[in-house]
Structure formats: C-alpha cells, structure tokens
C-alpha cells in the first residue's frame, strides 16, 4: 500500500511543480513510444502467446496495429487539437472576445482489463498523453507477462513522475480509486464498472466506462446468409470471442438458421485448419475459471433448449471451439449476460419488428451488427434501436476508424475514445472571455434600474 502512495506522489507532486507536459514533450514522447513498441515486438508477442495463446498474427494486427495507428494518428493531427479555438461573440457581448483553451485534466488513472491487455492499456495511455497528463497504469493482473512488457516499456519511454506502472491484483486497483486523480479511465466488467464510479464519486473524479454488453447481429431477408455467416464466424474466432464488440447473438429469418449454421460451421472449419483445436492460430480462454463459466453457460443453454449437444473443447489448452447454439427461447439463461466466449446464439424471426421490440428490452449494447442491402431497412433498424456504435454488413469494423467515437450507451460504457475523442476526453476545455479596452458590457447591469434600462432590458429578454 506504501508503494501506490509513493508513486501517486511521485506524480502528484511533479503535477503540482510542472504541471501537465507541454505540446513538443507529448510529440517527443508518442514518437519514442512508437519506436519502443516496435522495437519490442517480439517481446510482445511473447507475452500474449504466454498469457492467452494469442497467434502472433493477432498480436500484431489487434495490439500493435492498432495502437500505433492511433499514435499516427495523433502525430499527424496533435497540432490542430491543441490549439486554442476562438469562438463568436454573442451582439449583447460586444466589446469582449472568447476561445477556448484545451488543458490537461492533470494526473490520470488508467485500469485495464485481460482481453486485449497490451492495446487496452496503451490506446488509452497515448490519448492521456496526446492532451498532456501525468498517468498511472494499472494492467490487468490476469496477462501478468504482458503486464510486465507494458511496465518495461513504459520504463524505457518516460520518466517516472510521467507514466508510472502499477502492476497488482484487483486490491491495487480498489485501493488506486480511493485517490483523488483527475480523472479514471476504466475497461473492463459492468460490474466493477459501478463500484468504479462509486468510488470516484467520493472525490468528485470524472470517468470513463469503457465497458461490455451483449451486441446483437441482424441479418435482413436481403442479405447473403453465407456471407453474413462468414463475417460473424471471424469476428467470433479473433481472440475466441473474448472481444468487448464481439457479435453475442444472431437473429436471422426463422428458414435460413441450418444455413447460416452450415455456413458458420464450414468456414469455423477452414480457419481452424487441420491441427483443429490445437491450431496455433486459434486463441485460448483466458483461464480455467472462464472456461468453466463458458461450459456451464453452454449446459445451461442447451437444457433450457432440450438438447444434448457437447462442446468441443480442450480443457488442456483451455480451447473452445466456435460454436452456433439454435435458441428458440429469449428467456434462455444464455441470453441473461454477455458470453464473452466463442459460443454464438442463434434466433430465428417471422416478425423481425417483433423481435425488434424483444431486443430493446436489452441493455443497451456495445455495438449493433446490421446486415442488409435495403438501406431503408438499415435506417429503419438505427431508428429504431439504441446501442454504442454500429457496422453494417461487416463486423467489428466500426473500432477500427480513429475518426469516429468508440465507446458504449448506457449500461454499456459511459464517455468516448480514439482519436480526437480520446484526447478530448483526457482534456478539460477552460473557457476564456477577455473584456477589450472599451467599456464593459456589464456596466449597463449596474444599478440604478432606471426606465431606460427597463426598456433596453426587455427587448434583450425578447429578441437575444
Ligand atoms: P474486470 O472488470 O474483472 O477487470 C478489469 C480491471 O479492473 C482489472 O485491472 C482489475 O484489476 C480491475 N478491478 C477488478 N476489481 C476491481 C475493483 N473492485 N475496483 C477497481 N478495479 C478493479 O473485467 P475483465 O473481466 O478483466 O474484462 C471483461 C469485460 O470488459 C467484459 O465485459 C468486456 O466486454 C469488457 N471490455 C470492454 C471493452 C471496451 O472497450 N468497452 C474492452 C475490453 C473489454
């Protein structure tokens, strides 16, 4: 406990001497992390195919990729975020000028969860300072080497009283949110989300909640079942379905449901290769307490439905296989919480309006999966339905673009990130008014209220 107050102080008090880093430590720093991160690939890699069986492929593509596009991208856009942004002057107002100045929210806690440990602690970390903070990290304790390679980088890349690495169990992180940071950015459960702002609460500290949700596919009549079936089958084989936007269910025309599943099954298949389970490409479950949970998920789902089906699996390498459960039942127990796994409900509807109405009974999700060619179709489904993000006729893709908001509705995640909505985040907007040399505007408010003031005031009330 000693250890999390001497670095919190490490970096509260360089926070209270210096202040945030300014606009070329920020560039100096993203830059460097670019460079240490490549440099440390393999070490990466490594580490996830240490902790979670993660393919090399997927290390690069869904860790590494992914971040340092996102610090190219704020090195190729910083300069415009920064800037201090001039605003219009309200008639009333005249004789003052307005801008807005981005600051850093100061010293900033960032908590991680397991799933994607490198990316979900580095995509944060490079916003918080792109917009120029101080950061504690705590990684999830469940990736405990991909833990260690994000404290040794981060070592290598800032100084101490800049971005620190706690590394710890769950006890850490309770005991970090007691403290006043400036701000917390948290992925991980909805569960401990809500303890999370409980805590901030205490302090008066904002929030980010970049949590889960059951995020549902629908696939329209229009649409190719077979294509469909392919895009949701690798969206639900990349990480085994361990993913926060992973597709949780499908709804689909009640006479395509053995097609899709054929579909599914055949291209599961395909991506699996010979070696089956025990391919190298194919990620494991994080551990045997999820695995478990996913076994009695599946049993549960399976006697709700009346079948008898097993799941392939390899309690060795904690490996299950990609698999379509048929649900004829909305009040399966499979459909009670986010699988986070690579099992994959199937719905059928005669009355897609129907089921429609079933599906905004849900939390809101993280993302919503449409797949359509009728585009008044899909615009019909966005109108009528609530989530955190979307992709039409493709899966996942809506993460990757770092022009666009990423992050939940509701019970899904609170605040936004990537890209300049990331830097926004980490950043308070001070807002400044400079009188000019004329005289105040405000002088007219001082009293005596006489009749002429009367009247002056009144047609302010009716016409600005
Ligand atoms: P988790 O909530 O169990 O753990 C995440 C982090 O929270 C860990 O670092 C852990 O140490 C910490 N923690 C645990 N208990 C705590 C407490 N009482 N107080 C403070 N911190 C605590 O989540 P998880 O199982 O690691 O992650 C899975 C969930 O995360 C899924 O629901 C998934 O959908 C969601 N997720 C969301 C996103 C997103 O971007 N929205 C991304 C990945 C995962």
């Not at 430590?25 to 440390?40: A, F, N, S």
């Not at 085994?240 to 899709?260: E, M, N, W």
Request: aromatic share 10%; glycine share 6%; proline share 5%.
């Amino acid at each position: 406990m000693e250890k999390i107050e001497e670095i919190c102080n490490t970096i509260s008090e360089s926070y209270l001497n210096k202040a945030g880093i300014n606009y070329k430590e920020r560039i100096y720093y993203l830059k460097k992390l670019e460079m240490v991160i490549l440099d440390q690939k393999v070490n990466i890699q490594n580490a996830l195919f240490q902790d979670l069986r993660k393919s090399s492929f997927e290390t690069d593509t869904t860790e590494i990729f992914t971040v340092l596009t996102e610090i190219r991208h704020c090195l190729r856009n910083l300069h415009h975020w920064v800037r201090h942004t001039a605003v219009l002057t309200p008639i009333p107002m005249i004789g003052t000028s307005s801008y807005i100045i981005p600051e850093p929210k100061g010293m900033v806690l960032i908590i991680a969860p397991w799933n994607y440990p490198f990316n979900l602690c580095i995509s944060p970390l490079l916003s918080a300072i792109a917009a120029g903070n101080r950061v504690l990290i705590k990684p999830s304790e469940f990736c405990p080497l991909t833990a260690e390679i994000i404290k040794k980088i981060v070592n290598i890349v800032f100084p101490k009283d800049v971005v620190a690495v706690l590394n710890g169990d769950y006890s850490v992180a309770e005991a970090l949110v007691k403290l006043p940071f400036h701000h917390i950015f948290y992925t991980g459960s909805s569960r401990v989300g809500k303890l999370i702002m409980a805590a901030a609460a205490e302090n008066l500290t904002s929030i980010t909640l970049e949590l889960g949700g059951k995020s549902p596919c629908i696939i329209d009549v229009s649409f190719s079942i077979q294509l469909a079936a392919e895009r949701i089958a690798f969206a639900k084989f990349i990480n085994a379905g361990q993913t926060c936007i992973a597709p949780d269910f499908v709804l689909l025309p009640k006479a395509k449901i053995k097609q899709f599943i054929d579909c599914f099954n055949t291209v599961v298949d395909k991506m699996l290769g010979e070696s089956k389970l025990q391919s190298k490409e194919y990620t494991g479950i994080i551990n045997s307490k999820h695995f478990n949970r996913l076994h009695t998920l599946w049993s549960a789902a399976c006697e709700s439905e009346g079948y008898d089906y097993t799941l392939d699996s390899d309690a060795s390498s904690l490996k299950i296989k990609p698999t379509c459960i048929q649900i004829e039942k909305w009040s399966n127990p499979i459909m009670n919480e986010e699988i986070f796994g690579p099992i994959l409900p199937v719905i059928g509807y005669e009355d897609l309006q129907a089921s429609i109405a079933v599906l905004n009974q849900f939390h809101r999700p993280l993302n919503l999966y449409i797949f359509s060619n009728n585009d008044s179709m899909i615009n019909h489904i966005l109108k009528q339905t609530r989530s955190g993000g979307v992709t039409i006729n493709e899966c996942l893709l809506n993460y990757c673009n770092n022009n666009l908001p990423f992050g939940g509705d509701g019970n899904s995640g609170l605040g936004k990130t990537h890209g300049k909505f990331g830097f926004d985040v980490f950043s308070h907007f001070r807002a400044v008014t400079k009188q000019s040399k004329l005289p105040s505007g405000l002088l007219f408010f001082y009293p005596p209220y006489t009749p002429l003031k009367n009247k002056i005031k009144d047609l302010l009330v009716k016409y600005f």
